[in-house]
C-alpha cells in the first residue's frame, strides 16, 4: 500500500492500460492518458486546452458544456469519437470516476468496441 499513496495520481492514471479523459465542466480537456491518446491518434498536447466538443462525433454537442453533459448522460453506453485521421471510434463511456459535486472536472474511462461493431456484435454495456 505505501508504493501507492506514494505515486501521484496522474503518474497513476497515465500507467492504466484504459484510456481516460478529464475534462473542466467547460468541456476544455485537461487530461488524457497514454492509452486515450493511442486509442484516438492523438496527443495530449493536441488534445490539452480544446474543447471535448471537438472530438465528439456528435452535431448537436456544440459547446464544450453540452458535450461533458452529453458524456455524463451516456454514462455506460457507446458514444462515437473522431480519431485524427477522422475516422469514427466506438466506445463505451464510463460514468466519472469523481463523483462529488464539487469536483471540478470529469473523469471517464473509454473501452474501444470499434472492431467489435464492425463484426456484428453489439456493444456492451460498460459495467
Same mark, same amino acid.
Given at each position: 500500500?505505501?508504493?501507492?499513496e506514494?505515486?501521484?495520481?496522474?503518474?497513476?492514471? +497515465? !500507467?492504466?492500460?484504459?484510456?481516460? $479523459?478529464?475534462?473542466?465542466? *467547460? +468541456?476544455?480537456?485537461?487530461?488524457?492518458n497514454?492509452? %486515450?491518446?493511442?486509442? $484516438? +491518434? !492523438?496527443?495530449?498536447?493536441?488534445? !490539452?486546452?480544446r474543447?471535448?466538443? &471537438?472530438?465528439?462525433?456528435?452535431? &448537436?454537442? #456544440? #459547446?464544450?458544456?453540452?458535450?461533458? &453533459?452529453?458524456? =455524463?448522460d451516456?454514462?455506460?453506453?457507446?458514444?462515437?469519437?473522431?480519431?485524427?485521421?477522422g475516422s469514427?471510434?466506438?466506445?463505451?463511456?464510463? =460514468?466519472?470516476?469523481? !463523483? @462529488?459535486? *464539487? *469536483?471540478?472536472? #470529469?473523469?471517464?474511462? %473509454?473501452?474501444?468496441?470499434? &472492431? =467489435?461493431?464492425?463484426?456484428? +456484435? @453489439?456493444?456492451?454495456? %460498460?459495467?
Amino acid at each position: 500500500m505505501g508504493y501507492l499513496e506514494q505515486l501521484p495520481a496522474l503518474v497513476l492514471l +497515465g !500507467r492504466l492500460p484504459i484510456p481516460v $479523459l478529464a475534462v473542466e465542466h *467547460d +468541456g476544455t480537456v485537461v487530461h488524457a492518458n497514454t492509452a %486515450f491518446e493511442d486509442m $484516438l +491518434g !492523438r496527443s495530449l498536447d493536441s488534445l !490539452r486546452g480544446r474543447s471535448v466538443a &471537438e472530438i465528439l462525433a456528435r452535431g &448537436e454537442a #456544440t #459547446t464544450g458544456q453540452a458535450a461533458v &453533459e452529453y458524456l =455524463q448522460d451516456c454514462a455506460t453506453a457507446p458514444v462515437d469519437l473522431v480519431h485524427s485521421d477522422g475516422s469514427t471510434v466506438h466506445a463505451l463511456v464510463s =460514468q466519472s470516476i469523481l !463523483r @462529488r459535486s *464539487d *469536483d471540478p472536472v #470529469t473523469l471517464v474511462c %473509454f473501452h474501444d468496441v470499434t &472492431e =467489435q461493431l464492425w463484426n456484428g +456484435g @453489439r456493444a456492451p454495456l %460498460f459495467g
